[in-house]
């Protein structure tokens, strides 16, 4: 596989790193998350698992026409698709994800990992920083 380069890393996107780390893309990462990531991911693979969910995110977007491949999703992680298959399936047993279908066209669900991230971070009050 290819890696694409972008055109446009808007000028905030940009302030935060460089252009150069940013010409294949980016991908959100929500501040809850950064906050309470020791807690949703430990232990010797837990940078696997973030690989794994990032990339799972980084392919969602509205009116998608098609689900990713585990070869695509494993290639953007960077991991073995075995590799990333079994981190899928050991965050399935965790209930963070639930993934569907032939490793073509696979649908990966984050709701588990979503409501994990929601609890741990509900009691954190409104409080500015």
Known sequence: ??????????????????????????????????????????????????????????????????????????FTAGMTIESFKERVKAMENRGLLHAMGPDEVVNIEINGLIGRVLDLTADEGNGVF
């Open 1 to 74: 596989m290819e890696r694409r380069k972008i055109d446009y890393v808007p000028p905030v996107v940009a302030a935060k790193w460089s252009e150069g780390v940013l010409d294949e893309g980016f991908v959100p990462f929500p501040k809850r998350l950064l906050r309470c990531l020791g807690k949703v991911f430990d232990g010797p693979r837990a940078v696997d698992d973030i690989r794994v969910v990032m990339a799972i995110v980084d392919y969602r977007r509205p009116n998608l026409s098609r689900p990713p491949s585990y070869e695509f999703l494993a």
